[in-house]
């Protein structure tokens, strides 16, 4: 077989690409385990039967065809108002690309901002694609850190962007559940304006937010020239498998990126995107609604882990999940991970699937029913005590 390119052999740079635990639970409960996933970030619900009936119509109606290549009009002038609605920023349609997820767009904006060889900044702990991403292209990631004392927002001494041409922001963050508030984003902003780097700011979790507000880095001052906003129904609208997200970007990256999707995925389903604009058309309730069994089960974490004596909860101010520090028992973030699965059937995800600098930290989707979820936080708080209980006496007999 003649070698395969480097751009597909070294996306996860000879590691793991970090989903074991998920790939080991389903394969328990394909063995007829029963196991509570909290792993992946995908809600309990279903697409809603009213967005089904949508998809059906346009289906049914005929749209079942090669569809515009940047998305529909339609669905494109959706956005744009939901992005000027939210954002305060004047978004027109030529300033959006449809793509099969956020997770296309994501890889849009980078293709759109880097060079093979050229350096590409993350934040870690980061969502575990990113620095695939970046290699995927012929990109080097650069592994920035923000702390867990600083709330995990990152302070202008983390930012170092020498070099860079890019900087991807995630917030609410996945896995923290961090959102940047207006300081942390003058800072970034001052970062990338110096670097004059692309901001890619991933917001898939806009809908989310617990705590602070929403702000929109394109709304600070000529940001908006500087930055891509990647968006998706996934989570917002419960869509994860209809593949459906956006790119908001300059319009002559939007343009050139079109480019790229005709010789790429050659757009999205004309059913799908239709399904998208009517979802979109119920407006913020419906996004509310999808969200809100994430923040009762986040204040469940909250009050479930309150002064506990072994597992430190960082608090969430957004996104569907949170993140416990498990380092005071000993093990790391997979091992006990793993052992969860094995001995509790509850798979969670190791920290160190996000960076080292989520290290001995689970990341807990909060997404099964909330009677569930409370087992599952009892479980794994009586899991950590006899495991740093374990680990005393084996350093008091040393
Ligand atoms: N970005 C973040 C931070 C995510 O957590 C995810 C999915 O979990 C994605 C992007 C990709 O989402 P999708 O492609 O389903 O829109």
């Known amino acids: 077989m003649p070698l395969l390119s480097k751009r597909i052999t070294q996306i996860n740079d000879g590691g793991s690409d970090g989903w074991e635990i998920l790939y080991k639970s389903r394969r328990m409960i394909a063995d007829g385990v029963h196991v509570t996933q909290l792993t992946i970030g995908e809600h309990d619900i279903k697409t809603s039967p009213r967005i089904l009936e949508a998809m059906d119509r346009s289906a049914r109606g005929g749209a079942l065809g090669y569809a515009p290549v940047n998305g529909t009009d339609r669905l494109r002038e959706a956005i744009a108002k939901r992005a000027t609605r939210i954002s305060g920023v004047e978004t027109s349609p030529e300033n959006i690309l449809v793509t099969p997820g956020g997770q296309a767009a994501l890889f849009a904006a ?12 993350i934040i870690a702990p980061y969502y575990a694609t990113y620095a695939g991403v970046i290699r995927n292209l012929g990109a080097v990631p650069k592994i920035l850190t923000a702390r867990s004392e600083n709330g995990f927002q990152p302070m ?14 995630n917030s609410p963050s996945n896995p923290t559940g961090a959102v940047y508030g207006r300081e ?14 692309w901001l890619i700011s991933d917001e ?23 930055t891509f906003v990647i968006g998706s129904m996934s989570k917002s ?20 990126l079109t480019e790229q999707a005709t010789v790429t995925t050659y757009g999205v389903p004309g059913y799908i995107q239709d399904a998208a604009e009517f979802a979109l ?12 069994p994430f923040r009762r089960r986040r204040d469940l974490a909250d009050a479930a882990f309150q002064n506990d004596p072994v597992i430190r909860l960082i608090p ?83």
């Not at 202008?156 to 922001?169: F, K, T």
């Not at 942390?184 to 780097?197: G, Y």
């Not at 058309?281 to 809100?292: C, M, N, V």
């Open 204 to 226: 898939v979790y806009d809908a989310q937010i617990w705590e602070g507000r929403y702000i929109s880095p394109r709304n600070l001052p000529e940001m908006s020239e500087q």
């Open 316 to 398: 969430a101010q957004g996104a569907m999940y949170v993140m416990l520090d498990i380092r005071a028992t000993g093990l790391s973030g997979i091992g006990f991970a793993d052992r969860l699965l094995e001995e509790h059937h509850i798979a969670v995800m190791p920290g160190e699937s996000f960076g080292e600098a989520a290290a001995g930290h689970l990341r807990v989707a909060l997404t099964t029913n909330d009677e569930e979820m409370e087992a599952a936080f009892q479980t794994i708080k009586s899991f950590a005590w006899r495991l740093s209980e374990q680990s005393q006496r084996h350093s008091a007999a040393q």
């Open 184 to 197: 942390t984003l003058e800072t970034i902003s001052k970062a990338v304006k110096e670097a004059n780097a």
């Open 281 to 292: 058309s119920l407006g913020p309730e419906f996004e509310e609604e999808i969200a809100a």
């Open 237 to 256: 609208h419960a869509m994860t498998g209809s593949r459906i997200g956006w790119l908001i970007a300059p319009r002559a990256a939007i343009k050139a």
């Open 110 to 121: 980078h293709a759109a901002a880097l060079n093979p060889g050229e350096k590409a900044a």
């Open 156 to 169: 202008a001494s983390d930012l170092d962007l020498e070099g860079c041409r890019s900087l991807l922001i």
